[in-house]
């Protein structure tokens, strides 16, 4: 998958997205410093979400359209929703202002008109989030336009993604899965991260995270077991609020997950069970087979005249039993490794 030029895959650093979400408090200036931020951070790119609230739901508070319990307990989806979204009127600067700072931005939409909006504005890809990962007619919609499109799999059954998967495969469409817990935050008990590596070998495509946990334990961990993207909501500060900002990263650590993912990545390298090279120096540790008093040729060795020491320039200590009792075929000084051209014929 490459989004705006970025390859992304496991052969990459993760791929880091800064979900601003509602935390723009209702001002465009705050996400000009949001996407500063996100830039200086360490993110790779910047996601927005595109809905109003007429457009996710309907003003209404009768059963299922009123919260019970959460962070947004007591509030209707109407509500919630006419605080949260990101006003249309602002995408266009907002793309400018990504791309005058150099970071690509997309976004999440949440219905056609959505779409629309994202692709006059030339998106360099779409999100899925995890509620709409059923709504298989909107996932059609944007796969027709051709572009990276990064899926959230939360609440979502192994059927339900392998029918976006059956879906945007037949629509050759360039995709990839994120795993995701909807939990607003989410407990890091049901993170469920054994998942990532089993999505990858199950459905052989690109997988990441869309965390919503807090801190940054849980993303680093997922990195190290191969997530190749990485969601996590991002605020200025959680002290000054904002409807996601209990579950979002503050800039210093934002920062500092974005460091402990791509350690992890780097970490991860190649299975190598030979010497590395920061290994090469460190052999003086291992115990090895060395002369440890003075012999002369034709001496027997004994275990007076050999010992398994530090360092490890002689030969393997399991070599002992077989050098025991045979004779040596020159003059030995003590400190000398042994090597099997000591002995004699």
């Known amino acids: 998958m490459t989004i705006a030029e970025r390859v992304i895959g496991s052969d990459q650093p993760p791929y880091l997205i800064a979900e601003l979400s509602g935390n723009h408090k209702g001002e465009l200036d705050r996400v000009f410093k949001l996407i500063d931020m996100a830039k200086a951070s360490g993110a790779d790119a910047v996601k927005?979400?595109?809905?109003?609230?007429?457009?996710?739901?309907?003003?209404?508070?009768?059963?299922?359209?009123?919260i019970e319990?959460?962070?947004?307990?007591g509030r209707t989806l109407h509500n919630l929703y006419q605080e949260a979204y990101t006003p249309w009127e602002w995408h266009a600067a907002i793309f400018a202002h990504a791309a005058k700072v150099g970071i690509p931005v997309f976004s999440s939409p949440f219905d056609p008109t959505a779409v629309d909006l994202l692709a006059g504005l030339d998106a360099p890809a779409f999100k899925i989030a995890s509620f709409e990962i059923v709504d298989l007619p909107l996932i059609r919609y944007?796969?027709?336009?051709?572009?990276?499109?990064?899926?959230?799999?939360?609440?979502?059954?192994?059927?339900?993604?392998?029918?976006?998967?059956?879906?945007?495969?037949?629509?050759?469409?360039?995709?990839?899965?994120?795993?995701?817990?909807?939990?607003?935050?989410?407990?890091?008990?049901?993170?469920?991260?054994?998942?990532i590596p089993h999505m990858a070998q199950t459905f052989r495509t690109v997988v990441g995270l869309s965390d919503h946990s807090h801190g940054i334990a849980v993303p680093v961990a997922a990195t190290a077991l191969g997530a190749n993207i990485i969601?996590?909501?991002?605020?200025?500060?959680?002290?000054?609020?904002?409807?996601?900002?209990?579950?979002?990263?503050?800039?210093?650590?934002?920062?500092?997950?974005?460091d402990?993912?791509?350690?992890?990545?780097k970490a991860l390298g190649q299975i190598d069970y030979g010497l590395k090279p920061s290994e090469k120096g460190?052999?003086?540790?291992?115990?090895?087979?060395?002369?440890?008093?003075?012999?002369?040729?034709?001496?027997?060795?004994t275990p007076q005249t050999v010992r398994s020491i530090r360092p490890g320039y002689?030969?393997?200590?399991?070599?002992?039993?077989?050098?025991?009792?045979k004779a040596v075929n020159r003059d030995l000084k003590k400190g000398e490794p042994f090597a099997w051209n000591m002995l004699a014929n």
């Open 282 to 301: 460190a052999i003086y540790g291992r115990r090895s087979l060395y002369v440890v008093a003075d012999m002369r040729a034709g001496d027997v060795l």
């Open 231 to 258: 969601e996590k909501h991002f605020t200025l500060s959680r002290a000054e609020g904002g409807v996601d900002a209990d579950f979002s990263l503050e800039p210093a650590e934002f920062a500092a997950m974005a």
């Open 142 to 195: 944007v796969a027709r336009l051709g572009k990276p499109i990064i899926v959230s799999t939360g609440m979502a059954s192994l059927g339900e993604i392998e029918d976006v998967v059956t879906l945007l495969r037949d629509m050759n469409a360039s995709f990839a899965l994120l795993h995701c817990t909807s939990g607003y935050p989410t407990p890091a008990e049901e993170s469920a991260l054994r998942t």
């Open 314 to 325: 002689g030969l393997p200590p399991k070599y002992l039993p077989d050098i025991l009792g």
């Open 260 to 265: 402990g993912c791509r350690t992890a990545w």
């Open 69 to 73: 319990g959460g962070l947004w307990k």
């Open 48 to 66: 927005i979400q595109t809905y109003t609230a007429d457009t996710i739901t309907i003003d209404h508070d009768g059963p299922g359209f009123f």
